[in-house]
């Protein structure tokens, strides 16, 4: 009986080993970063510890160390905290280690050069929010520019459906976040829940007008092994110029394309935490 009381002690320690002990500092400092994520913009000091359950003084000191890292901007006007340029160089060396980097780019290119029109890669960066993290510009004489680092809210356009029609979000929830969202031409929440599932039908969203008047977007999602979206490649042009019969082949090509890499990718490490709380 002792031996045996012995060995299961000596398996907790094993256990214990392999998995190791949470290091405080490093938690909450990830914390505060996906709190960040999920802000519209610059949040205080005091805000970020409230919403976090954290020590204000511990909580001042991880962002000011954040920001020493450039990780978190602290912006001096309002004395408040937003993402900060670093996050972006990371994340860019997180896909290209991982080799999504060197599949998509190409792809863009590709994309781009075959319609003519801007091709953008959108990370997932929290359940709130995407960041731009890859562009391929087209040769046309007019064109809608967008800096790497852009985050926009993670139900906006035509990425927003695609995004919505995998990540397997509560309607309850969708429709808070979908709320928020500045759009020039917003369809209402019930049209919106519609075109999220013709999006998971048919592996596309086409936003006109939408998000921005004069803009349409059609998106296409990049899912991970588990079929959770972690990606989205995005066509953004005038409307003007984005005729039916062009949108729809468009489409098409983008459906595949993102099909073609998911393929490539299963099994590999996605960048993103997925928060199953948030999940159905």
Not at 25 to 39: D, E, G, K, N, T
Not at 131 to 155: C, F, K, N, W, Y
Request: charged share 20%.
């Amino acid at each position: 009986m002792l031996a045996d009381h012995q060995d299961q002690d000596k398996d907790r320690d094993i256990a214990a080993l392999n998995i190791g002990k949470p290091v405080g500092a490093v938690v909450s400092a990830l914390a505060i970063l996906r709190y960040l994520a999920s802000q519209d913009g610059a949040v205080s000091s005091i805000q970020t510890a409230r919403a976090l359950g954290l020590n204000p003084s511990t909580c001042f000191n991880i962002l000011k160390t954040l920001v020493a890292e450039r990780v978190v901007h602290f912006e001096e006007a309002g004395k408040a905290y937003r993402l900060g340029a670093g996050l972006v160089e990371l994340a860019g060396s997180a896909l290209d280690q991982v080799g999504y980097a060197r599949l998509i780019h190409p792809e863009l290119e590709r994309l781009a050069a075959a319609w003519q029109t801007p091709m953008t890669a959108w990370l997932r960066v929290s359940n709130a929010r995407v960041m731009l993290v890859d562009r391929a510009e087209a040769t046309s004489t007019i064109q809608i520019h967008m800096r790497i680092g852009h985050r926009l809210p993670l139900l906006v356009g035509a990425l927003g459906r695609c995004m919505a029609a995998h990540a397997g979000f509560p309607v309850d929830e969708m429709r808070r976040q979908y709320a928020k969202v500045r759009q020039d031409g917003p369809p209402s929440f019930e049209h919106f829940l519609e075109e999220v599932e013709a999006a998971r039908v048919d592996g596309y969203a086409v936003d006109r007008d939408g998000f921005a008047r004069g803009v349409t977007t059609v998106s296409s999602p990049v899912l991970d092994a588990e079929g959770t979206p972690f990606l989205a490649l995005s066509a953004v042009g005038l409307t003007a110029q984005f005729s039916d019969e062009r949108v729809a082949a468009m489409a098409a090509d983008l459906r595949d394309t993102t099909r073609r890499i998911s393929r490539q990718l299963a099994g590999s490490f996605s960048p993103l935490p997925h928060h199953r709380e948030s999940t159905r």
